[in-house]
């Protein structure tokens, strides 16, 4: 049975949108210019060990599935069709032939934080105003395909720096939640993936795949009577320029390492060198030792050694800690061994094992009432959850060392830029603030761009290149504490005071308006 393009077109949303939309319609506020913040409340918290930061992604694939977007007569049918509880009709004709009309996000505009940027807990990621009915049918979707984006990419690039940016093949689609493949793939090769096995997402993005080969190939021959060296040569003579051997389908040091050897050997009489090895089982670290010794001492000081099977930053840790005290032992430079790993990474990173969804949220914050805008909020029982109300801006601060310091959520309409002190409060703590002369911080960026403007783009679609050499620059700018794969430092967002004032002030309004 295949999908039909409803389930994937504009009816990709909740239902209580549409009910709420419908709601709006009946009271004629749904054309109200409204603005919703999208954020995210905490860092991926993966149990034994936890993000200090996140990479930002996705929005290129939300802008994508938002163009041209509209409802069909087979969705407007569909809806037509519902009926509540006791039989009667749940959408009615009036709102039906709006949405006809205007069931689209063409009067949508959005700022946000373009992808690959180092990212932060509760700063607006994406800002989306325009008509209330439309903006609410919107969340279901943007949070779809940022969450689980940023949630990847944040992964990728944890495991990048716990492999010392060693290069980083993403080989998760077999184990990927159904499309979430392709989605993760691209989140991945954002946030620290060089390459990725998934043919058909490389494609679309434009970087080459890359892979190896099954144990299933080296099963096969030596089911055959062939072998497992019958099998590396097989593979060998058809791929020698980029020739990498799977070596532990029978005995790795015994059989797999000295066979693949053997077909090295042959492929530099022939004028090509190897690739490397690959390891899939076993002690990883110890496995890379004793690889590496044999292929030095057989001539191939070169070759690569990449390791898969259930690698993730903290693993990658161990492994390399590992090697690091084991390597002197067999004579070998523990460091130049390292600079021959690359690392192959699937289930862990795709499914993002240990914290498998970001708590990424979509609020209301602010809608026009006459000719101007009214704050809006949540009250929660824990005041980190209670949203930052109204129109704001964001801002990077970074020190006289140009590292990023603070994230400052100010008002739209502040002037940040010429200020002596900026007065930075936590969000939602009394009395937690601190001051910065310009003698304390050398740089402000705003990091809010726009994206659309009523539905029209006025930001460029970016390739991956762009997106990664913007997240390198990000974490170099980012303190080492902050980046820790264990006990990370907290990086802090703070507001204005004026906008602290406001969420207290809205806060109070809202209790004794109950």
Same mark, same amino acid.
């Given at each position: 049975?295949?999908?039909?393009?409803?389930?994937?077109?504009?009816?990709?949303?909740?239902?209580?949108?549409?009910?709420?939309?419908?709601?709006?319609?009946?009271?004629?506020?749904?054309?109200?210019?409204?603005?919703?913040?999208?954020?995210?409340?905490?860092?991926?918290?993966?149990?034994?060990?936890?993000?200090?930061?996140?990479?930002?992604?996705?929005?290129?694939?939300?802008?994508?599935?938002?163009?041209?977007?509209?409802?069909?007569?087979?969705?407007?049918?569909?809806?037509?069709?519902?009926?509540?509880?006791?039989?009667?009709?749940?959408?009615?004709?009036?709102?039906?032939?709006?949405?006809?009309?205007?069931?689209?996000?063409?009067?949508?505009?959005?700022?946000?934080?373009?992808?690959?940027?180092?990212?932060?807990?509760?700063?607006?990621?994406?800002?989306?105003?325009?008509?209330?009915?439309?903006?609410?049918?919107?969340?279901?979707?943007?949070?779809?395909?940022?969450?689980?984006?940023?949630?990847?990419? *944040?992964? +990728?690039?944890?495991?990048? /720096? @716990?492999?010392?940016?060693?290069?980083?093949? !993403?080989? %998760?689609?077999? &184990? =990927?939640?159904?499309?979430?493949?392709?989605?993760?793939?691209?989140?991945?090769?954002?946030?620290?993936?060089?390459?990725?096995?998934?043919?058909?997402?490389?494609?679309?993005?434009?970087?080459?795949?890359?892979? *190896?080969? +099954?144990?299933?190939?080296? /099963? @096969?021959?030596?089911?055959?009577?062939?072998? !497992?060296? %019958?099998?590396? &040569? =097989?593979?060998?003579?058809?791929?020698?320029?980029?020739?990498?051997?799977?070596?532990?389908?029978?005995?790795?040091?015994?059989?797999?390492?000295?066979?693949?050897?053997?077909?090295?050997?042959?492929?530099?009489?022939?004028?090509?060198?190897?690739?490397?090895?690959?390891?899939?089982?076993?002690?990883?670290?110890?496995?890379?030792?004793?690889? =590496?010794?044999?292929?030095?001492?057989?001539?191939?000081?070169?070759?690569?050694?990449?390791?898969?099977?259930?690698?993730?930053?903290?693993?990658?840790?161990?492994?390399?800690?590992?090697?690091?005290?084991?390597?002197?032992?067999?004579?070998?430079?523990?460091?130049?061994?390292?600079?021959?790993?690359?690392?192959?990474?699937?289930?862990?990173?795709?499914?993002?094992?240990?914290?498998?969804?970001?708590?990424?949220?979509?609020?209301?914050?602010?809608?026009?009432?006459?000719?101007?805008?009214?704050?809006?909020?949540?009250?929660?029982?824990?005041?980190?959850?209670?949203?930052?109300?109204?129109?704001?801006?964001?801002?990077?601060?970074?020190?006289?060392?140009?590292?990023?310091?603070?994230?400052?959520?100010?008002?739209?309409?502040?002037?940040?830029?010429?200020?002596?002190?900026?007065?930075?409060?936590?969000?939602?703590?009394?009395?937690?603030?601190?001051?910065?002369?310009?003698?304390?911080?050398?740089?402000?960026?705003?990091?809010?761009?726009?994206?659309?403007?009523?539905?029209?783009?006025?930001?460029?679609?970016?390739?991956?290149?762009?997106?990664?050499?913007?997240?390198?620059?990000?974490?170099?700018?980012?303190?080492?504490?902050?980046?820790?794969?264990?006990?990370?430092?907290?990086?802090?967002?703070?507001?204005?005071?004026?906008?602290?004032?406001?969420?207290?002030?809205?806060?109070?309004?809202?209790?004794?308006?109950?």
């Amino acid at each position: 049975m295949s999908i039909s393009p409803a389930a994937e077109g504009i009816l990709f949303t909740d239902q209580y949108q549409l009910t709420m939309a419908q709601l709006y319609f009946r009271l004629g506020i749904h054309e109200k210019p409204a603005q919703f913040d999208h954020y995210y409340r905490t860092n991926p918290n993966y149990g034994t060990h936890q993000a200090g930061y996140a990479i930002n992604a996705g929005l290129g694939w939300l802008l994508e599935h938002m163009h041209g977007l509209r409802f069909t007569d087979e969705d407007l049918a569909y809806l037509r069709s519902m009926t509540t509880s006791s039989g009667r009709r749940l959408f009615e004709d009036a709102f039906l032939q709006w949405l006809k009309q205007y069931g689209n996000f063409e009067a949508l505009s959005m700022q946000a934080i373009p992808e690959g940027r180092v990212v932060h807990p509760n700063t607006p990621l994406t800002v989306v105003t325009g008509p209330l009915a439309m903006a609410q049918i919107l969340e279901t979707p943007l949070l779809n395909h940022l969450n689980y984006q940023i949630l990847i990419a *944040t992964k +990728a690039a944890r495991i990048r /720096q @716990a492999g010392r940016g060693r290069p980083l093949l !993403e080989f %998760g689609l077999r &184990r =990927a939640h159904d499309k979430a493949g392709n989605a993760g793939a691209r989140a991945a090769l954002i946030g620290g993936a060089d390459f990725s096995s998934n043919a058909g997402i490389s494609h679309v993005l434009g970087i080459p795949p890359k892979g *190896t080969h +099954a144990h299933s190939m080296v /099963q @096969a021959f030596m089911a055959l009577g062939e072998g !497992e060296l %019958g099998a590396f &040569r =097989a593979y060998a003579d058809l791929y020698p320029d980029d020739c990498l051997l799977l070596v532990d389908t029978v005995d790795t040091l015994n059989s797999g390492v000295p066979n693949a050897i053997t077909v090295f050997e042959e492929l530099r009489a022939k004028g090509y060198e190897p690739n490397g090895i690959r390891l899939d089982s076993g002690d990883l670290a110890y496995l890379s030792v004793q690889a =590496a010794k044999m292929l030095n001492e057989a001539g191939f000081p070169n070759a690569n050694i990449v390791l898969s099977n259930q690698i993730d930053e903290l693993n990658l840790l161990q492994i390399i800690a590992q090697i690091k005290d084991e390597a002197p032992r067999y004579g070998l430079d523990a460091e130049a061994l390292i600079q021959r790993l690359v690392y192959g990474v699937g289930t862990r990173l795709i499914t993002s094992e240990g914290s498998s969804s970001l708590d990424g949220v979509y609020k209301l914050v602010a809608i026009q009432k006459d000719s101007h805008w009214e704050p809006a909020i949540k009250i929660s029982e824990s005041s980190d959850k209670i949203p930052t109300p109204g129109k704001k801006t964001v801002w990077r601060i970074y020190d006289k060392r140009h590292k990023a310091t603070a994230d400052l959520i100010a008002g739209a309409d502040e002037d940040i830029l010429n200020r002596d002190i900026l007065e930075l409060h936590h969000p939602s703590r009394h009395g937690v603030y601190r001051e910065l002369s310009t003698e304390d911080y050398a740089e402000v960026e705003p990091l809010l761009v726009d994206i659309l403007q009523e539905g029209t783009f006025v930001a460029d679609l970016e390739p991956i290149d762009v997106m990664r050499q913007r997240r390198i620059k990000d974490l170099e700018y980012l303190d080492s504490g902050v980046k820790r794969i264990i006990n990370p430092h907290l990086y802090h967002v703070s507001v204005t005071p004026q906008v602290w004032q406001l969420k207290q002030d809205q806060i109070k309004r809202a209790k004794n308006a109950t």
